[in-house]
């Protein structure tokens, strides 16, 4: 019988989060095994221990030897714009007069079926280079963007979140769209492409900024009857902004009431940025068990400002938290990268952001923040198997910082994680396994 897809054995250092470092201890939360082995079958983890444990299981599966390189689930990416990947570093704005000059005109090619096919293409080649396996994607306000997009995932065997972005007002009228109209795109693409294979939809309000009242309505309904969708838009990000929507909307007691007032505040809802949340959003957020996407390489270069990822964590209120990149405004595809600036905007706050609190935002965390905890984010046996080969020596720096290999113990782990945190980036990724399958490999010479 012919061998089944993503069934074989993967040799090499397994480093994966089995709790929250940010509420338990940090070893305990993270499990390593410096030479282990993972048995996959039919794209599903099967089992993991060490090499030395498991290779009588081998049998007939073909064994990858990664030896020397560290094996970590798949990187997830809570947000990010796929028709924003052309207008990346675009100078010198904020948020508001940003969209007006660069976004919006922008989107406005995705109106054309064949050209969202090349950029969505394009796309997904750079989030695996890059080691992202998992993404929740705003598409353009046209329903064949997401089309495209969808596409383009479904070749690859990706499991992907997105949706039409949904704008009645306050945008030009080559993007708008109407508050019926949103719905029954919506509605027809849920239809069309929720669960099929591993994709997954989210309606999608831009911000409150662009929708009216009653959209933001019609996008509730949409999640009462569909109750396994997601809800993805903007929250919280520029002082302006959380300014301009407390003018459009005076009855609500402020930003996050709006979404919440029009029943968009739910478990499987994510909110990106929540730089200027209050003590009190925070709460409402965690009482509601919605996610926020920390996208620190975005909040940066539009100078929106620090994310309180302390107050995100507080153990009397925690909020899900996982990292975006937030591409375009973001300024790097790389999840290694969005970590590295991560760790700065904590240091700026006076807190501290380790390697391995890292790791969790950008898997379990980030898979948490999703609802797919069942599905991804760690080697647990029945999970999916995408995962991520980073070689700690992958540049000449990486190979003077780390020219001990890979440590046998969890202390020494940890500093050379930090390394790849801050100096890694998408040259530290070897390879990116989706559902068990090599879906990418960097097999150039780095030197």
């Not at 993991?48 to 299981?57: F, P």
């Not at 081998?58 to 064994?63: C, F, K, S």
């Not at 309000?205 to 993805?232: I, K, M, N, W």
């Not at 991560?342 to 969790?360: D, I």
Request: charge should be negative.
């Amino acid at each position: 019988m012919e061998r089944q897809l993503g069934t074989v054995a993967i040799r090499g250092a397994l480093l994966d989060c089995v709790g929250d470092p940010f509420y338990e201890p940090e070893f305990q939360a993270v499990r390593y095994i410096a030479d282990g082995l993972l048995l996959l079958r039919d794209g599903q983890i099967e089992a993991l221990g060490t090499y030395a444990d498991l290779v009588s299981r081998v049998g007939d599966r073909p064994l990858i030897d990664h030896s020397g390189q560290l094996i970590i689930p798949g990187l997830i990416d809570t947000h990010i714009h796929y028709p924003q990947t052309g207008m990346m570093a675009a100078y010198g704005e904020q948020l508001l007069e940003w969209l007006n000059r660069y976004t919006f005109p922008t989107e406005r090619k995705f109106a054309d079926p064949a050209y969202a096919r090349s950029v969505a293409e394009l796309f997904l080649d750079e989030l695996l280079k890059h080691g992202t396996t998992t993404a929740l994607v705003f598409a353009a306000v046209f329903p064949a963007s997401v089309d495209a997009f969808f596409e383009a995932a479904e070749a690859r065997n990706l499991r992907m979140i997105s949706g039409k972005v949904m704008m009645d007002r306050n945008a030009p009228d080559y993007l708008s769209d109407t508050a019926q109209s949103s719905y029954d795109d919506s509605k027809a693409l849920i239809e069309k492409w929720h669960g099929r294979g591993r994709l997954l939809y989210a309606v999608t309000p831009r911000f409150a900024g662009t929708s009216t009242e009653a959209q933001l309505r019609l996008a509730a309904r949409l999640l009462d009857e569909f109750p396994d969708v997601y809800l993805h838009t903007h929250l919280s990000e520029n002082v302006s902004e959380v300014t301009w929507i407390q003018e459009l909307f005076p009855q609500y007691a402020g930003y996050l009431d709006v979404y919440d007032q029009t029943g968009l505040v739910r478990e499987r809802s994510l909110f990106a940025h929540g730089v200027q949340l209050t003590d009190a959003e925070f709460q409402r957020l965690s009482e509601a068990k919605a996610a926020i996407s920390f996208c620190p390489t975005s909040n940066l270069f539009l100078g929106s400002g620090l994310f309180r990822l302390e107050q995100a964590k507080n153990p009397e209120h925690p909020v899900k938290v996982g990292l975006g990149t937030d591409v375009g405004a973001g300024t790097s595809f790389s999840l290694l990268q969005t970590t590295n600036e991560a760790y700065k905007v904590a240091q700026l706050r006076g807190q501290k952001l380790s390697a391995f609190k890292a790791l969790f935002l950008a898997t379990l965390g980030g898979a948490r923040a999703l609802c797919l905890d069942d599905k991804l984010g760690s080697f647990d046996p029945g999970k999916e198997a995408d995962f991520v080969v980073l070689n700690p020596q992958a540049t000449p720096l990486l190979a003077l910082r780390n020219e001990g290999g890979i440590p046998p113990t969890l202390d020494a782990l940890e500093d050379l994680l930090f390394s790849l945190v801050i100096l890694g980036g998408d040259r530290a990724v070897t390879a990116t396994y989706i559902m068990g399958e090599q879906a990418f490999s960097n097999v150039a010479d780095h030197g």
